[in-house]
Each structure stands twice: as C-alpha cells, then as structure tokens.
C-alpha cells in the first residue's frame, strides 16, 4: 500500500498570498513610478496635487481602479467559496451556474426596453438575470444528478443559450449596444471614485451576511440527513446562501460587466494550497480573490499599452488565469460530488424503443418539406413568390449553397454530438464543449484583427489550424487520463474559457469590425459558396461513413475498461480515434459556417427521446434530425425577417435550446 503524498502545509497560504499581491501592486504601479516618487503617489491617493496632471490621474483613475479590483475580487472570491459549499460541489462559482451570463443577458434587454429601470436600479435587472441564469442551471442539475461534470456542463448550456438570446440583440441594435462589447468582456477603467462608493457598502453588506452564515454551513459538511437532525433548516439555508451570492454577484456584473473564473479560482486555490476548515476556506478565498483580480487587471493594463492604446478588457486576463487554476483543481477530481440524497451520474433517459423505420420515414419526409421550402417558398419585395422544380437551377445560386451547407452541418454535428456523449457517458456533451469550434473561430478572429485579408481560403486554412492547434492541447490534457470522458470534457471547458477570452477581447474594440465578426461567431451562412458547399458535403460523406467503424467500440465502453481490454479493445486508442473524429467533424462544419450551439447536443437528445437506443440508430437519426434542424433554421432565418436575416446558428440556438431546457425539465431521473 502506497503512502498518499502529504498535503501542502496551510503555512504556504500566507506566503502565496502575499506573493500574489506584491506582484499585482508592483505590476499595477510599475507604470507611474516613472513620473511620481512613491511618497507622491500615496499623497496622490487622499490628496492630489491640482497641478500635476499625473497625480489627478492617480486619484481619479488608477486608484479607483486598484480598489475596486480589491473590492470585486474579494466578494467574488468569498461568492465562490460559499457556493461551493452550499451545493457542496468544488466546481460551482457564479460563472458556473449562470448568474453572470443570465445578468449580462437582462443588461442588455433592459437597455433597449427599460431604461427607465436600469437607470434607477442596473442592480435589480442584473439581479433579475442571475436569478433566471442560476435558475436554470439548478433546475438541469437536480434532475441529471448534481455532480461537478455535469453542473459545469449545465452552466455552458445555459450560458450558450443565453448567449445566443444576447447575441441577437447585440445584432439587431448594434449602434445602441456598441458599448456593451466591452462592458461584456469586463472592464475596470475608472474615471472617479463613484462607482466605488455606490458599490463597496452593497459589496460589504452582503459579504457579511455570507460569513454570518458560517456556522449554520458548517453543519452542510455533515449532510443533509445530519443537518436537520441537529435542527438547521437546509432548504431555506442554501436558499438564503444562493440569494446572496446571486445578489452579490449580479451587482458586480452590473457595474463593470462579466469577471469570469474569480469566484472559481480564488477557492481552488485556497484548497489547492492548504485550506481545509470552512473557516480557511471562507478567508483564503477572500484574500486570493482580491489578489487574483489585482493581479489580472494588472496584465489588462499592460496588455492595453502593448497593444498601441487598444483596449484589453479584465474579463479576459481573469479568464486566462482561471483556466490553469481550474486545469490544477481538476486535476484529480473523481465525479463523486453531488447533492446529498442524489446519485452522482447523469440521469438516464429510457423512452420506449421505437422500430427505425417509421421514425426515418418521417424525419426523411420532414427533410424533404424542408428542401422544397428553402428552394421553392420564398419572400420578395413584391410578396412571397413559389419557384417551380424547373426553375430550382436558377435559386440555386442565391439558396442552394447556403442550404447544403447548412444541412450537412446539421448532419455532421448531430453525429459529433452522439460520438461524444456516448464517449463521456453524459447527456449535457455537445462539440462546442471540446473547445475546437472556439479554437478555429479565434484563428479566424485573429485574422480579421491582424488586418489581413488572405481571402476565404486562407480564412478555412486558418480556421483549420485553430482546430488542430485546440485539439492537440485536448490530447495533452487527456492523456494522462486515458481520455476517459470526464477528462475530455473538463479538459475542453479548459480550453474554451481560453479560446472565449480572446474573442471577447476582439469583440471589445467594437464598431463594424466587431458587428462582422459577431455575425459569423453567430453561425451565418450567407457567405458560403458553391465550392465550399460541396467540399463540406464530401468531406461529411467520408467522416460519417468512417463513424461507423466505431459502433462496435461505444457499445462496448460503457461496460468498463477491464471488460473493454478483455474484449480485444485497447481502451485508450479507441477513445482518442473516436475524439479525433468527433473533433473532425465539429471542425469541418465550424469553419465553413462558424460556431454552432445546440444542434450538436439536441439532435442526440432528439434522437433516443424517438426510441432509438443503439449506437447506429441514434446516430443516423441524429444526424438526419441536425440537418432537419439546421436547414429549418437558415430558411426562417433568411425568410421571417426579410429583408433582413438572422443567422442560423442564432436561431437555431434560441429555438433548439428553448426546446431542450423545456424537454430536459419533463424528464425524471432513470
């Protein structure tokens, strides 16, 4: 019997800490100690002198700053560790369960519709949001067991969802929303101490509140069962603690946009270097918080000089920080985590088996009404117009390439979709969580902000890259693990939080650049050509005829390792050819037509919710059920708001996704 490694002695804390912070001070001040003494720049701090126009800034720009940084850091770092006790799960943060994305959402919505209330309260709207973006997080997990997996998976779905609602707005009124690309990457700047001073009281209030309820939390560690016994209320305890925390954060959202990762890292952290009482926990959480979001705001301001005065939001630097910490915390966490009285997996839903024929005659007559809508039944500045077979040749031009690419990928994304949640076991997977759609989207970005113009096939070719670049990155972080399935999606999430930072970061300069980019990460397929149209139709025919090599492996994997190796199957090169095809698939359709949400994650669901339940059936019907979905949406997109047009992805997202939060909450745990 081995002798576990000893864990870090608590005595590091302090030592880290203080390490964090002198490092983020020295960085953040590095810049004016050129032009001021460091006597003058704590003078600067109360009392600045009217005539040095670099002590004024001190005052009225960078010290508001500092503090604030200091303030939102350590509420978000105290959030974070709460939450985590609650639900007594180490991934939960308010990123996690929604309630920045959920807030951003109704910031937006309110500024178009209710600016009366925004003006009065941002607060309560920002509240509003988070309670609805937790809400349905909470509400996904409890049915599909609380684990820490599935509650991160949870919150991608509902951030991508939200996001998708987000997205449409930010489309439709972009020059009334401009200023909202930065708010939404998370900025600090600061031009006086108002925002300071309306914040910190909210900030302090609350976090007291939260370390009042320490006590009553510890009893959580002893379970629900043991809790009660002893006479704590549990059911209004995580109540109350969720309210705070929601509050808390929905606050900070509303005044300086998202601060991703924060409230998940600053606790990692702590439990990474020693913290193990709920008194530490709570302590260190606060400390490194501040310290983590100083540090980030530090690198954001000097980024922003690199970069010749562009600006580099905090929301960024803080999420490219987070991934490693997250990668750290994660490193050894089994999915044995889940709410007490629940079981850790993922619920398993068992509709009735249904014959297969039937059900494809069905989706193959919906394809078909489909195509003779898209090609035939079409709007014009005259009226809606009917275009006879004989005159499809001419359509083609303007519907038929964008259509056939939209179908195939629909087709390829619902058979991604079924490799990877058959991969990992768990329902909630979908291709974007892989993080190769986000990798081939940013090589495409950083084209556009580059200023270079290579021409559609140098933008594919770099889209490409940024895939193969992403899923290397993938094989890294799984290898160690085998690739078993919850290591790939975590690993994946990693990556993403990485890849979404530089977007948001080039969606920050906003103006028409940031509305063209924001069009395509959407999902458009206007741009798609005849050549492009085709080459993904062969490319699909050749990836999907190659899925079926791998019905054999994903029946059998779900039966264990030992039964897999006894089988004749080695285990971990089965599981990293079917991720190199899913990843394949995921990216041929990505830089074609840009990301796309829920089609990759519904069109499974869909699938065995129509009682096909072997590997080879619910992957067919996936994938003709993604390309119903996807071709259904680029023609409403391009018909219900003509002149004008969606795009796709957008819709499919709102619709699919509204569907499949409503779907999943009819289900009971199997």
């Known amino acids: ?297 530090a690198l954001a301001q000097w980024a922003t000089a690199w970069s010749a005065g562009d600006l580099v939001p905090t929301g960024t630097a803080t999420a490219l920080i987070g991934g490693p910490i997250l990668l750290m915390a994660l490193r050894h966490l089994k999915n044995d985590d889940h709410m007490p009285g629940q079981a850790s997996g993922p619920a398993s839903f068992n509709p009735t088996r249904t014959p297969l024929l039937p059900v494809l005659g069905v989706i193959g007559l919906l394809l078909a009404v489909v195509v003779i809508l898209a090609m035939s039944w079409s709007p014009s500045l005259s009226g809606w117009r009917w275009t006879p077979f004989s005159d499809w040749p001419d359509a083609w031009d303007w519907r038929g390439p964008r259509f056939l690419a939209a179908v195939t990928a629909g087709l390829v994304l619902g058979v991604a979709g079924t490799l990877i949640q058959r991969l990992t076991g768990n329902v909630m997977a979908s291709p974007e969580m892989l993080g190769i759609s986000s990798g081939a989207a940013l090589a495409m970005v950083v084209l556009t902000l580059l200023g270079l113009n290579p021409g559609r096939g140098g933008q594919l070719l770099a889209g490409a890259a940024g895939g193969a670049l992403v899923l290397a990155l993938l094989f890294l972080l799984s290898r160690r693990h085998r690739f078993s399935g919850h290591q790939l999606l975590l690993g994946g999430v990693a990556i993403y939080v990485f890849m979404d930072a530089g977007i948001r970061m080039a969606l920050a300069g906003g103006g028409t650049e940031a509305m063209k980019l924001l069009n395509w990460l959407s999902g458009s397929t206007w741009l798609v050509t005849d050549l492009e149209a085709i080459g993904l139709a062969a490319v699909a025919l050749v990836l999907v005829g190659l899925t079926g090599l791998s019905q054999r492996v994903l029946t059998i994997l779900p039966l264990g390792e030992a039964t897999t190796q006894a089988l004749g199957i080695p285990v971990a090169p089965a599981r990293l050819l079917i991720l190199l095809l899913a990843a394949l698939l995921t990216a041929a359709a990505t830089i074609i037509i840009g990301p796309l949400s829920f089609v990759g994650l519904m069109a499974p669901h869909l699938a065995r919710m129509l009682g096909q339940q072997t590997v080879g059936r619910q992957m067919l019907i996936a994938g003709l059920v993604g390309a119903v979905l996807l071709g259904l949406a680029d023609y409403l997109a391009r018909v219900v708001l003509f002149p004008n047009q969606l795009p796709a992805g957008i819709l499919a997202a709102i619709v699919g996704g509204t569907y499949f939060l409503w779907g999943l909450s009819r289900h009971e745990r199997g």
């Open 1 to 297: 019997m081995y002798a576990s490694e000893p864990p870090i002695r608590p005595a590091r804390l302090p030592a880290i800490a203080l390490l964090i912070w002198a490092t983020a001070l020295v960085a953040s001040s590095q810049p004016w100690l050129g032009e001021l003494s460091v006597p003058a720049m704590l003078s600067a701090l109360w009392a600045p002198n009217t005539s040095n126009f670099s002590e004024l800034v001190v005052h009225y720009s960078w010290a508001p700053r500092l503090a604030m940084a200091v303030l939102i850091g350590a509420g978000l770092g105290l959030a974070g560790a709460v939450l985590q006790q609650v639900l007594r799960n180490p991934l939960a943060s308010p990123t996690t369960l929604g309630v920045e994305s959920g807030a951003q959402l109704a910031i937006a919505v309110a500024t178009m519709y209710l600016p009366g209330i925004l003006a009065f309260s941002p607060d309560l709207i920002a509240v509003a949001g988070g309670v609805t973006g937790t809400g349905l997080v909470i509400a996904l997990t409890w049915r599909l067991g609380f684990s820490p997996v599935t509650v991160i998976l949870a919150g991608m779905v509902v951030s991508f969802f939200l996001g998708a609602v987000n997205a449409a707005f930010m489309l439709f009124h972009g020059e009334f929303l401009g200023n909202l690309f930065i708010w939404g990457a998370g900025s600090l700047v600061q031009n006086d101490w108002s925002q300071f001073q309306s914040l910190w009281p909210r900030v302090a209030l609350l976090s007291i509140a939260m370390i009042l309820l320490m006590r009553p939390l510890q009893l959580l560690q002893l379970g629900a069962d043991n809790a009660k016994a002893l006479g704590a209320s549990v059911t209004a305890l995580r109540f109350l603690a969720l309210a705070l925390v929601i509050v808390l954060t929905a606050s900070v959202v509303s005044r300086v946009g998202v601060i991703a990762f924060v409230g998940l890292a600053a606790p990692a952290l702590a439990r990474l270097l020693g913290a193990r009482t709920l008194q530490q926990h709570l302590h260190w959480s606060t400390l490194f918080g501040a310290g983590l979001l100083l540090l980030s705001d």
